[in-house]
Each structure stands twice: as structure tokens, then as C-alpha cells.
């Protein structure tokens, strides 16, 4: 007779049918422990042996914070759908699974014998039901990995169509899988000998259904399948804990770590190099140069391809992919960094201590120089990476060994740098001429008239490009005509140094922006506009390091609050479809993602679309990293790409916020033989036609199309 659910005494014997089992339990489990320990013990010592010094415990509140929203929560590894279901899975699964393992030994080794007892009645009930829940949930994201892994096999998940497929990827899936199997085969078992004493065991409805398969099976039978599968599930429980440091399995370890040593400095900023005068080199050639925070960032890679998945060089055929240079790296450290142990440990046993030969030269030959010139520094690998692994910091320091170190650069990096060090801007137009466009304006330099709310720094492309003139033009005036009281250094104005410093040239950067800064602090500067992403996030985030501390303002987040307060009104019908181009330097890296639209989308006629790739995810225009100077000649042209992607949208208008991407947007609308349809403006030169006070000069030619 089926006794009624909710008596009370509805449970389970935790050690059902291996009553003697527990001692040896205890001592396998020990020796998984042990090995555990040993293989993180190594590692440690790996992770120790090389790598300079850097603080990342600063801000301990800070830290736990991202620990417990990126390795406990999972928000960055949730940002895409299909993956982040399916570690989820995987991870908030395994993770209620030992909690209520754990629960389970507590009960039978203290409160049970204390006289209390928890896992009793309807307690009893929910708890059966979410564990088994919760295995199957594991089960699906297993199989939804292998889905993924071995058949889907998108892309991202190998390099250039060859899947990167290895057999510890194989052997993790099978021993998560084996546990939660042989769990429920175990839980099955149990319930076919027992289910004339425990009916409520339906609650348990995944290891109820799997009883039905063992109906008719003698007692004894099920009951010898029932310690088999016992061990079984042990001997992979234990495996799997021992198998943890030597596996795929060690970034449950290594990338919640990363999470909590998450740089806090400002997004993309790059450490400056402090001592030109003493140091023998620059910058990193050697894997011992690397932080050990920057060593330990290639533990963390699980090789998920996130940062590979939106990398515009490798997107358009180049050999860059930053998954593979992480790997790279990974494979070269976990080659040299054991003969790095072993010599620390003969020094101090004594031996003078021998720093290891390299092989081969990291720099040139495990990264090729192709891969190293590729990338743009536009941050989609940093910004998606669900591992906190900070890639662009590590190409910057390998181009500063290979441009002040070794003097090897593109040749035409070499006339772009001259250009800078003799007139102060790329282009080698003569620096007397920077405030040319001003001349018929009215606007005064500080020299002139220092009592000024905004020093507009214009930068070099709203200085000398003619076609960056007219966006200068365009928002001097919209500033005139909004009452803006504002002034601009002329002659006295350098160039940023963004791209000197991103394309390796640090000693450089460093002469121009300090220029800047005598100058700016000289007249007390406090606030700045710029029009350029690449000057504002050189001003915000790196001049400081030199004594530059300004309030510094994009000219997207200027127009957007002199709309919003009412100080320029825009009365004249733009009637064009208008697709945003998100900067880098201005999105990722500064997170100004909402302003450039609320001033389009207060255009009247305006119909903003959007691109495929927009927001944290938009594709890059290819001019960041000191590529704006250098020849594109492998693969498709990264501004191409882009224009293709602003065609599919059905734009006519490619708005953008910055010098470089009009540029190449530009570029892109002559390369695809689409002049006649469709045209690229500045969201300054957009603003300045609504506001319709005067014929202007911004964008004249453009006019009918915009």
C-alpha cells in the first residue's frame, strides 16, 4: 500500500547498500586531495618563478566585488546567449551539486547524530527534486558543449577553419558527464530495490524514471550494479578533483583569480615606461620582462575564442587572433618557466643564480611580427573576454621592445614618427599653420584670452586634414553659437601621442605630451573638449601619469548636454537613414555609447539604424593602434568590412565621432563604389546643418546627400 507524501519520515540512508565503503571513501578521496595539491603547488611555482612585480591587491572591495559578480555570478561569461547558457548550466549545476553533497555529509556526521535531522519530510522532497534538477542541468550543458565542441564547431573554438580540438577537452566532458550519469544510474539502482518503502522517491524524478530500466533485475543483481556504479562515480568524482591542475579544469582556479586581479586602472591604459635614462632595454622582448600578473593572464585563457569572435584583424584575413597569441605565449612559458624553477631553487641552494636561454626570440618568432602589427588596439578582446585577460597591454609592451629597443619598425611608421618629432603632427605639415582653420572664426588662442571655461584641444586631424577641418570648423561654431566661452592653444597645441604610444614609440608619446601639459597647465587649464577619441582618452587616462590632471569632455557628450539644456536648437530636416559608427576609443574604452545617438536621434528627419556590429561589439574602423599610418596589404581592409557592414544596414549616412574613422568610412564609401549613395559626416556636421544659421562650410559637398 503507497504510503500518503508528508508524514515525516520520507528519506534516505545516505550510505544505502555501502554500509563499509566510507573509510576507503575517506582515503581516495585524501589521495585526489593530495594530488590536487600537488598539482597546484607546481603551478604555483611556476606562476612565481618569472614575471616583474605589479600590485593588483590594491582596492580589496573592489576586488571582491568582481569575484563575486564574474566567477560567482557568471555576468561576463553570460554576455552571449548559446555559451553562456551553457556554462551556466554546467557551473550553477556542479555548484548546488557539491553544495548539497555537501549537506548530505554534514547531516550524517554531525546534526543526525546530534538528534537532528534536516533531510526529513517534505525538506527531504525539494531537496531530492533540485538535485536532481540541477544534475540534469549539468547533463545539458554537457552535451550542449559537445554540440558546440564537435559538431557545431563554430570559428571561434579553433583558428582560420581548423578546429582546435585537444583530448583534454574531450576528457573533461567525459568526466562531468560520468559523474552525473553514474550519479543518476546510482540514485536509479536504489530506487528499484527500495520502492516499495520509499513511493515518495518520484520526487527524485530523474533517478525515478531511470528505475523503470531496472525493473525485473533480482535484488542482488541491482544491488552489485549498485556498488559498482558506486565506485565508479567515485573513482570520476575523484578523478576529476585530482585531474583539476593538469587540465583545462585549472581556470575554475586561474580565471576566477583573473576576475579578482582585474586591472582598476582606467580601461586601456598602458603603463608608461618610467626610466629612459638607465634601462639597457624597452618595453617586453623577453617573457621573463612580462608582469606576473600579465604571465598569469595566460593560465586564465580557456581558449573560448571570445576575443577572437569580434577581432577585426582577424576578421579580415590577417595572422592575428588573440586567443592564439595568448596560447602562443602559454605553450613558450610553460616551456621555459620549469628550467626558471629549477635554477631559483639551485640558487638558493647556493648556486648562482642562471637565468635560462631562450631558443627562440619571443618577440619575432613565437608572435610573429604580422600579428604583432595587426592589431589595432581597439579593445573587443579585453572588453568580451569573459577571463579578464588583458591582451592589448601585452602587444603594446612587445611593439615598445621593438621600436626603441631593436629600432625595427614599418617604414612607414618611421616617416609618421619623424613627422611628430619635427612639426609635431603625422601628416609633417608645418606646425606654424596648426590654427589656420581659426583665422576667419574669431576664435582666440589662451595666449590671447586665457579666462576661458574650455580649452578645445582640436588635435592634429581638426588642425592639418582638410577634411577634418571641416568638423573643427562645424563644431567652433555650434560652441559660438551656444555661448560657449572656449579658447584653443594654436601653435602652441602638440599632437596627442596617442598613435607614438600605441604603435610602440613611448619615448616619443611621452616628449609630445609633456609639451602639452607645460602648456596647458601654464594657463591653468582645467576643463578640455576634444573632438578626436584618440586625444580625449590620451588627456582623460594617460596624461595623468605626467602631472596632467584635466576635466576632459568628448564633443559627443558636449552636444548632447547643449541639447539637452536647451542651448542650441535644431530646426532644419536632415531627411537621411543614419547609421552610427562606434568609435573605440570612444565606446570601449570610454563607454560613450548613448550620447552620439540622443544627438542624432534630435535631428529632425533623421532615421537612425543600427549596425549588426554596434555598441560593446562594433567593429572597428582600423585606424586605432598606430595603424592609421601603416599600409593594410593582407587580407581584406578592415574599413572596407565596416562599410559593408553600414551597406546592410540600408545607411545613407555613416555618422562618426572621431578624425579616424571619418577617414576610413570615407575611404570605405570610395572603395565600394558608393559616392553617389552615401556619404560620411561627423555628428558635429550633422548638428551644425539642423541648426541651419548660416551656409556652412562643414560638409557643403555632402549636403544634398546628408
Avoid at 26 to 36: H, R, S
Avoid at 58 to 78: C, F, H, I, P
Avoid at 377 to 401: D, L
Wanted: proline residues 4%; negative net charge.
Amino acid at each position: 500500500m503507497v504510503q500518503p507524501i508528508g508524514i515525516g519520515n520520507e528519506g534516505r540512508e545516505v550510505f544505502w547498500n555501502a554500509e563499509h565503503f566510507e573509510p576507503f571513501l575517506f582515503l581516495f578521496t585524501g589521495v585526489a586531495l593530495l594530488i590536487l595539491a600537488y598539482g597546484l603547488y607546481r603551478r604555483w611555482q611556476m606562476w612565481k618563478a618569472l614575471g616583474k612585480p605589479e600590485l593588483r591587491m590594491d582596492n580589496m572591495g573592489e576586488r571582491v566585488k568582481l569575484l563575486l559578480r564574474n566567477a560567482l555570478l557568471q555576468v561576463k561569461t553570460s554576455a552571449d546567449a548559446y555559451p553562456g547558457i551553457m556554462h551556466g548550466l554546467i557551473f550553477f549545476g556542479f555548484f548546488v551539486l557539491i553544495f548539497g553533497a555537501a549537506f548530505d555529509a554534514t547531516e550524517f556526521h554531525i546534526t543526525e547524530p546530534l538528534g537532528v535531522a534536516f533531510l526529513r519530510g517534505n525538506f527531504y522532497l525539494g531537496f531530492s527534486f533540485l538535485m536532481d534538477l540541477f544534475g540534469l542541468a549539468v547533463l545539458v550543458g554537457v552535451l550542449m558543449a559537445a554540440d558546440r565542441r564537435y559538431l557545431s564547431k563554430p570559428d571561434r573554438l579553433g583558428y582560420k577553419g581548423v578546429p582546435d580540438n585537444r583530448p583534454d577537452d574531450a576528457i573533461v566532458l567525459l568526466l562531468i558527464g560520468g559523474i552525473i550519469v553514474t550519479g543518476f544510474i546510482i540514485e536509479a539502482l536504489r530506487i528499484s530495490v527500495t520502492i516499495d518503502e520509499t513511493p515518495w522517491e518520484y520526487w527524485s524524478f530523474a533517478g525515478w524514471t531511470l528505475s523503470h530500466l531496472f525493473t525485473g533485475i533480482e535484488t542482488d543483481s541491482a544491488k552489485a550494479a549498485h556498488k559498482f556504479f558506486w565506485w565508479l562515480h567515485t573513482f570520476i568524482a575523484l578523478g576529476f578533483i585530482a585531474y583539476i591542475p593538469f587540465s583545462r579544469l585549472l581556470h575554475i582556479v586561474t580565471t576566477s583569480a583573473n576576475h579578482f586581479f582585474t586591472d582598476l586602472k582606467p580601461t586601456g591604459t598602458i603603463e608608461p615606461i618610467r626610466d629612459f635614462e638607465n634601462a639597457e632595454t624597452f618595453g617586453v622582448g623577453q617573457l621573463e620582462e612580462f608582469t606576473w600578473k600579465q604571465l598569469f593572464d595566460l593560465d586564465a585563457c580557456t581558449r573560448c575564442g571570445r576575443c577572437q569572435d569580434g577581432c577585426p584583424a582577424y576578421l579580415t584575413g590577417k595572422p592575428l587572433s588573440p586567443k592564439k597569441l595568448v596560447q602562443d605565449l602559454k605553450t613558450y612559458w610553460e616551456q621555459r618557466a620549469p628550467a626558471f624553477v629549477e635554477a631559483q631553487k639551485a640558487a638558493a641552494a647556493g648556486s648562482e643564480l642562471q637565468v635560462p636561454e631562450a631558443e627562440k626570440a619571443m618577440v619575432g618568432e613565437v608572435i610573429d611580427l604580422h600579428e604583432l602589427w595587426a592589431c589595432t588596439n581597439c579593445m573587443y578582446c579585453m572588453e568580451n573576454c569573459s577571463a579578464a585577460i588583458e591582451h592589448v597591454p601585452k602587444i603594446v609592451n612587445m611593439r615598445q621592445y621593438k621600436v626603441l629597443t631593436e629600432a625595427d619598425f614599418a617604414p612607414e611608421l618611421q616617416l609618421t614618427y619623424r613627422n611628430m618629432e619635427n612639426n609635431s603632427n603625422p601628416w609633417g605639415v608645418g606646425a606654424h599653420l596648426r590654427a589656420d582653420w581659426a583665422k576667419d572664426l574669431g576664435v582666440k588662442t589662451l595666449a590671447e584670452d586665457p579666462d576661458v571655461e574650455y580649452l578645445f584641444y582640436v588635435g592634429c586631424a581638426g588642425s592639418f586634414d582638410d577634411r577634418g577641418k571641416k568638423v573643427t570648423i562645424a563644431f567652433a561654431k555650434i560652441l559660438q553659437a551656444a555661448g560657449v566661452k572656449f579658447g584653443i592653444l594654436g601653435t602652441e597645441e602638440c599632437c596627442c601621442g596617442d598613435s607614438a604610444m600605441r604603435g610602440g614609440n613611448e619615448y616619443l608619446y611621452q616628449t609630445l605630451a609633456q609639451m602639452n601639459i607645460e602648456a596647458m597647465n601654464g594657463y591653468g587649464v582645467k576643463k578640455i573638449i576634444a573632438t578626436c577619441p584618440h586625444g580625449y582618452n590620451a588627456l582623460k587616462k594617460d596624461y595623468p601619469h605626467f602631472g596632467g590632471n584635466f576635466e576632459v569632455y568628448h564633443h559627443a557628450e558636449i552636444l548632447a548636454d547643449l541639447l539637452a539644456k536647451g542651448k542650441i536648437a535644431l530646426k532644419k530636416p536632415l531627411a537621411s537613414t543614419v547609421t552610427y559608427h562606434d568609435s573605440c576609443f570612444l565606446g570601449r574604452y570610454n563607454k560613450i555609447y548613448d550620447q552620439p545617438r540622443k544627438v542624432l536621434n534630435a535631428v529632425p528627419g533623421l532615421r537612425l539604424t543600427e549596425m549588426e556590429r554596434n555598441l560593446a561589439k562594433s567593429f572597428c574602423c582600423g585606424a586605432g593602434g598606430g595603424r592609421m599610418w601603416m599600409e593594410e596589404d593582407i587580407g581584406e581592409r578592415i574599413n572596407d568590412a565596416r562599410t559593408d557592414q553600414a551597406i546592410a544596414a540600408g545607411a545613407e549616412t555613416i555618422a562618426v565621432a572621431c578624425p579616424f574613422c571619418l577617414t576610413m568610412m570615407s575611404d570605405g564609401i570610395k572603395d565600394r563604389q558608393k559616392e553617389e549613395t552615401m556619404v560620411s559626416l561627423d555628428i558635429a556636421e550633422i548638428v551644425w546643418k539642423a541648426m541651419d544659421l548660416e551656409p556652412s562650410k562643414a560638409g557643403t559637398e555632402t549636403e544634398e546627400t546628408a
